[in-house]
């Protein structure tokens, strides 16, 4: 099993609304992250967690908050959003060490109006 | 940091012909070289990688190329296929650290019937 699911595949929330995006992975990666994917542009790194706790966060703006609930699971709540923030938010896991492929879900399409 | 250039931006073939897409990068500590498939409304598809320490990797159609001295890695398709239509990604990065990976800006790749 090679796949990474991630939940809801679209998404629209206003302005003023919370919401959450989620990612499994049961390969037993160690390493999860977030990506956002702008039309026509390449994934772009959002956050990354290494067993199970936060490592890299790419100077995001706080109202995109992430949580690593356990070794499988990713969420990245979201607050306050703005309507640059629509994209496609891309979930992905890898082994670590010397295993280095990771592996993308097929994303949550965030549309903020 | 890592900068990855790709080229071309887009490449249009007939069935049946070669694709060739060429990605430079920078960092001399990059040692893994991914390169991802994304079909229209998806997330990107791991379909070859090389190390530093490999000249080049086939699998069936495909195949990778890597010029550690030139910084230059490429890909190449054989006998394209309709269904190869895609934008494509190369991407670098450090093995331990995959999912922690700089993207090319994606070539789109259009194979005629």
């Known amino acids: 099993d090679t796949e990474v699911t991630q939940t809801p595949k679209h998404l629209v929330m206003g302005m003023t609304n919370k919401k959450s995006l989620k990612c499994e992975q049961h390969?037993?990666?160690?390493?999860m992250y977030w990506y956002k994917q702008k039309a026509k542009k390449p994934p772009e790194l959002m956050f990354v967690y290494s067993y199970e706790k936060l490592s890299i966060n790419e100077s995001v703006p706080s109202r995109f908050s992430p949580e690593c609930p356990n070794s499988s699971l990713l969420n990245l709540h979201l607050h306050a959003l703005q309507p640059e923030d629509s994209a496609l938010y891309l979930c992905?896991?890898?082994?670590?060490?010397?295993?280095?492929?990771?592996?993308f879900g097929q994303g949550t399409r965030l549309t903020v109006v | 940091g890592e900068n990855v250039e790709q080229h071309p931006s887009t490449l249009s073939v007939q069935e049946g012909d070669s694709a060739v897409i060429k990605c430079t990068y920078s960092d001399s500590a990059s040692n893994y070289f991914p390169w991802y498939k994304q079909e229209l409304g998806k997330g990107p598809q791991l379909i070859i990688d090389i190390r530093s320490n490999v000249g080049e990797k086939k699998d069936q159609r495909i195949a990778v190329t890597l010029n550690k001295t030139a910084k230059h890695f490429s890909l190449h398709i054989t006998e394209t296929q309709p269904e190869d239509s895609a934008v494509y990604f190369c991407?670098?990065?450090?093995?331990?650290?995959?999912?922690?990976?700089?993207f090319g800006d994606g070539t789109t790749l259009t194979v005629k019937p």
């Open positions: 390969m037993g990666h160690r390493a």
């Open positions: 992905a896991s890898s082994q670590g060490g010397s295993a280095a492929e990771a592996f």
């Open positions: 991407a670098a990065s450090i093995s331990t650290n995959a999912g922690k990976s700089t």
